[in-house]
């Protein structure tokens, strides 16, 4: 990589019991329910911790290769910012038998692509390659997890790209980081959930190779990460590759991890910025998350969906086509991926560029009112039905994209669960929401006293309205 992404299109999106020899082979070929996904899963943990998910699909002879360590923004050092992010780089910087620059040309040369991203709670790193490619790809994966070779230059230079980056993606352009950087930081009251993602750049200009090399050895191992490959492969001889490259990395003993829980929030929020480039009013709202895997977060999902996805959501329906408002209402559960690949504390948004002659009380009001539809009465089975159609479409669209949708709920499901077999019940996870449970959750968690506030005022507007000052 080389930059960060924001994957708004992602969806949204038995534990394994391991025999003795560490394997759990796990591929559910009836589809739940009679119908739904049936991805085939083999799951194997190597001696050394490292977490080995394979998943056949012999339609197009192309691989798709990723690393997921369990390393993201809300973890980061606290007087490092955006360190995690600034490691992502770093990966790509040389590693001991590979200098800087032959990763990307030994992917170009064989026709593949590459990339890589920080998240909330991990850090990963993909190849999507012509399957004969496949153990010179497993090698390159196992020669960077196992060390990397790099210089003060070379740190000092990715600083200055990373700096430009918050520069150009935040900084100094229009609406920069809103609303997913602005509402964390007054949502949450933990910090590693309500910091800085994108890094402070005097905690970015701090980092040394003493840093790096340390974060490397503590987060970089293969007892905290998952290895993904689906595509055109043979189980046996790619689980031979794997050990043969990966088995003689050491583990390392993992630091503890820090506490990200919140305390309930009780009272609503509101913050705001002045953004001198902004030409229009924004305005967004977030109410936190169910705990992840319950029955009110797959209920949730189906809410974010009624109220948000799609030109037939009652948000949009209201706020766009009746009321003319905004051209656009956006959001979703997690902002920087998809309902599925987070841990902890996580935020449903919904946001949007609007009007300046509209208020922002007359916004909340309207919200209110659509999201007291839900809570006043059980939603109709039509509606659910609809909601469930919506997101199993997203669903199949990114199972059966490049593979790297696949591979995504593949490697979060085995780094967060350690079960990659959730994948084949997503849909039937959903298919136990009632309306009575949609009504409820509405109930629970979308209240006044449960949300967070954020706008950003564009400079004239505030100096338009500045206390003292000649109209």
């Not at 229009?174 to 309500?194: E, K, M, R, T």
């Amino acid at each position: 990589m080389k930059k960060l992404i924001l994957a708004f299109s992602l969806v949204g999106m038995l534990a394994g019991c391991q025999q003795s020899a560490n394997l759990t082979e796990m591929s559910e070929s009836e589809p739940v329910n009679g119908g739904g996904l049936a991805v085939p899963v083999h799951y194997e943990t190597l001696d050394n911790g490292l977490k080995v998910v394979l998943s056949e699909d012999n339609t197009a002879p192309i691989v798709a290769v990723g690393v997921y360590y369990n390393i993201g923004f809300r973890i980061e050092p606290k007087d490092r910012t955006g360190f995690a992010h600034l490691f992502e780089h770093m990966m790509f910087q040389g590693s001991q038998n590979l200098p800087k620059g032959e990763f990307d040309k030994l992917v170009n040369g064989n026709g593949g692509i590459n990339n890589g991203s920080t998240r909330f709670d991990f850090t990963n790193y993909y190849e999507i390659l012509p399957a004969h490619t496949l153990e010179t790809f497993i090698w390159v994966e196992a020669d960077r997890m196992r060390g990397l070779n790099i210089t003060q230059a070379e740190l000092t230079n990715q600083q200055g790209v990373v700096k430009n980056e918050v520069k150009v993606n935040v900084l100094n352009q229009p609406y920069g980081g809103f609303p997913w950087l602005d509402l964390p930081q007054h949502a949450f009251d933990n910090w590693y959930n309500a910091h800085n993602f994108y890094g402070d750049l005097e905690d970015l200009d701090a980092a040394t190779l003493e840093d790096v090399d340390a974060f490397f050895k503590q987060y970089y191992a293969p007892n905290n990460a998952v290895l993904v490959v689906t595509g055109d492969l043979d189980v046996d001889q790619t689980m031979a590759w794997v050990k043969q490259y990966f088995s003689d990395i050491p583990a390392v003993t993992l630091a503890p991890k820090p506490d990200i829980s919140e305390q309930p929030q009780t009272a609503e929020r509101k913050a705001s910025r002045v953004d001198p480039l902004a030409p229009k009013p924004a305005y967004a709202v977030a109410y936190r998350m169910p705990e992840r895997d319950s029955e009110a977060y797959y209920a949730m999902g189906l809410i974010d969906q009624i109220l948000l996805q799609g030109d037939d959501s009652l948000l949009h329906q209201k706020l766009v086509e009746e009321m003319g408002i905004s051209s656009n209402v956006f959001g979703g559960i997690n902002m920087l991926g998809n309902m599925f690949n987070y841990q902890g504390p996580m935020l449903w948004t919904a946001g949007m560029i609007h009007e300046p002659a509209v208020t922002d009380d007359s916004i909340t009001t309207t919200i209110d009112e659509v999201i007291n539809s839900l809570q006043t009465a059980p939603v109709s089975q039509e509606t659910l039905d609809r909601a469930r159609v919506k997101l199993r479409s997203q669903l199949y669209d990114t199972i059966d994209g490049s593979g790297i949708g696949k591979l995504d709920l593949l490697a979060t499901f085995a780094l967060f669960d350690d079960d990659p077999t959730r994948i084949n019940r997503i849909e039937s996870a959903f298919a136990s929401v009632t309306p009575e449970l949609i009504q409820q959750t509405a109930k629970t968690y979308l209240m006044p006293e449960k949300r967070t506030i954020f706008t950003v005022i564009p400079e004239t507007m505030a100096q338009e309205n500045a206390p003292g000052e000649a109209k």
